[in-house]
């Protein structure tokens, strides 16, 4: 099946500064989802994008679809203490089958 | 989310025994999902189930098993636990559309 890559794995950034991380894919993805797992806790959607070049926003957070679909970036702006934890993307293949498949994670760790 | 609940939250258990992690949702969704997280290999799939006659295979199928008793139930087993089984598991669910997913909030299972 499809598999995605992201990068970096842990990333140390001071309480302010910006943070982004990426999923990557050798194969055009259907879509791209984005989930955020707090420190202790379980994963929680964020949002889905499916159209090539989408661009979508959360308060400090943009996500973003490559034009050919085979990456995806997660930025978030102006980190709050709030944004600690490990922010996966995932591949939804349709139609309910195979589940999701999920990237390794970037564990975002905010120094205040 | 509230919606999805897991038991046992925490289960510490010997190499041999027989294990089973119990799963509901009230969210009233047919779609349910089992998944393992090992620190740095994110979430991968064992198991997924369409409704209460589907049961599917996932990634890591290998070793558990699972029952679908109702809709809102869904049970994973180990029969014959051993340590490379110690993870986090979580439950998920979703609806027809299969692509956001809801988490329970996992089970920590130690296998000494």
């Known amino acids: 099946g499809q598999q995605v890559m992201q990068i970096p794995q842990y990333q140390h950034v001071q309480e302010g500064e910006d943070f982004t991380t990426y999923c990557n894919s050798s194969?055009?993805?259907?879509?791209i989802q984005w989930y955020k797992q707090r420190p202790g806790g379980h994963p929680v959607f964020l949002i889905q994008?499916?159209?090539?070049?989408e661009v979508k926003k959360q308060k400090r957070l943009t996500f973003q679809f490559g034009e050919a679909k085979k990456n995806s970036s997660l930025h978030i702006t102006a980190t709050q203490t709030t944004d600690v934890g490990t922010y996966f993307c995932?591949?939804?293949?349709?139609?309910?089958?195979?589940?999701?498949?999920f990237g390794k994670g970037t564990h975002l760790i905010i120094q205040p | 989310d509230a919606d999805v609940t897991q038991t046992p939250r925490n289960r510490i258990t010997k190499t041999g025994k027989r294990i089973m992690l119990e799963c509901s949702q009230t969210?009233?969704?047919?779609?349910m999902y089992w998944y393992r997280q090992d620190p740095g290999l994110g979430l991968r799939l064992i198991y997924y189930?369409?409704?209460?006659?589907?049961?599917n295979k996932g990634e890591i199928s290998d070793g558990y098993s699972v029952s679908r008793q109702a809709q809102a139930k869904f049970s994973l087993s180990l029969e014959s636990a051993i340590p490379n089984q110690t993870a986090l598991y979580f439950c998920?669910?979703?609806?027809?559309?299969?692509?956001?997913?809801?988490f329970g909030p996992g089970t920590r299972l130690t296998v000494l």
């Open positions: 998920a669910t979703s609806d027809l559309s299969g692509d956001t997913q809801y």
């Open positions: 194969t055009t993805l259907s879509n």
């Open positions: 994008l499916v159209k090539s070049g």
């Open positions: 995932a591949l939804y293949s349709g139609g309910g089958a195979d589940g999701l498949t």
């Open positions: 969210k009233g969704h047919d779609r």
């Open positions: 189930s369409f409704d209460v006659k589907d049961i």
